[in-house]
């Protein structure tokens, strides 16, 4: 008999996904086919402080006292010291300790992954109507995958062959310019020099290339994404110069990682650009890497459209045996 929350709370775990703006949680348990089963909860303003009463709140509203686990995924980096593991979310002036988590659900196991890492623990879980192919299809694989996810920031974690997480700062990257045109790019879009790869994969980096390319200011991604659709030469070419650029970023991060299995694209500006999105030209970019050329060409790239990813990897971890 599969376990429910009132019946076998030590068998439930708590996960919660926190972002800039908002939380998102869910109970999760073991279904009969061994994939965790989410149950959501309602979503909250991300609260400023610690995160223990918000953590409560839904146990309560559950009618739980306490569970077994509970994984916490956070939009920010993880700092892991010998006698703490924290975040900071700066736009929420709120503060998350691992030792938290414990303490406001009475959880034996904890766990604090940023974001992207708790979406690359889900890949192994994924099915493939939960997926789409960017460019041709390619065959799934295992063994080490590349998570990449775009919103007001870039970040990118890595899922290993032994399905360790590596959690990165690739955002802060130099952005490359190849290309006499994107040299041309990179200086009208930093003047005085270097680009981070999160300077211009981002929302407001789109954004501000769009300006840099038509001269229109303070317009927002799907604006973009509308106007290049409907054909404006200005949109098509921020879309191409775009699409590119972030090519050339993936294939730069799967050389970096040795990420020959798979790249699962996430976040708010895939989802604001949908179809506006130039395939052709990020492939083209990602597989422009003489003399690995073929092998990069062989790596198959996926958006993930499954609603809580980081939610479903946070809860396989968290009910691990």
Same mark, same amino acid.
């Given at each position: ?62 009618? +739980? ?5 509970? !994984? &916490? *995924? #956070? /939009?920010?980096?993880? %700092? @892991?010291?010998? $006698? ?26 904890? +766990? ?5 890492? !708790? &979406? *690359? #623990? /889900?890949?192994?879980? %994924? @099915?493939?109507? $939960? ?41 802060? %990257? ?148």
């Amino acid at each position: 008999m599969e376990p429910s929350p009132a019946s076998a709370p030590h068998s439930v775990a708590l996960v919660a996904d926190v972002g800039g703006t908002h939380l998102q949680a869910a109970l999760a348990w073991i279904n009969g086919d061994g994939r965790p089963h989410l149950q959501p909860l309602r979503a909250i303003p991300t609260p400023n402080g610690r995160l223990q009463a918000s953590l409560s709140e839904h146990l309560r509203t559950a009618g +739980l006292a306490s569970v077994g686990a509970c !994984a &916490v *995924a #956070a /939009a920010g980096r993880v %700092l @892991r010291m010998p $006698e703490r593991s924290f975040v900071r979310m700066t736009a929420s002036q709120l503060t998350i300790e691992l030792s938290d988590l414990g303490e406001a659900t009475g959880a034996s196991r904890v +766990l604090l992954l940023n974001d992207l890492a !708790a &979406v *690359a #623990a /889900a890949l192994p879980l %994924l @099915r493939p109507e $939960e997926l789409i192919a960017i460019g041709v299809p390619r065959p799934l694989r295992s063994g080490v995958r590349l998570v990449i996810g775009i919103d007001r920031a870039f970040g990118a974690a890595v899922l290993t062959a032994d399905r360790t997480l590596l959690e990165t700062e690739a955002g802060q %990257l130099d952005l490359a310019a190849v290309s006499a045109d994107e040299r041309q790019w990179l200086n009208r879009l930093a003047p005085l020099g270097r680009l981070s790869i999160e300077t211009l994969m981002s929302k407001t980096g789109l954004a501000r290339l769009y300006e840099v390319v038509s001269g229109v200011p303070d317009v927002d991604v799907s604006t973009i994404a509308g106007k290049a659709e409907a054909g404006e030469a200005s949109a098509r070419k921020t879309m191409v110069v775009f699409s590119t650029w972030l090519g050339r970023a993936i294939g730069n991060l799967v050389l970096a990682y040795g990420a020959w299995n798979g790249v699962y694209l996430i976040g708010s500006v895939f989802d604001d650009l949908g179809s506006a999105l130039d395939e052709a030209a990020l492939r083209k970019g990602m597989e422009d890497k003489a003399p690995v050329a073929a092998e990069i060409n062989a790596v198959p790239v996926y958006r993930i459209r499954h609603p809580n990813p980081s939610l479903l990897g946070l809860a396989h971890l968290a009910l691990a045996k």
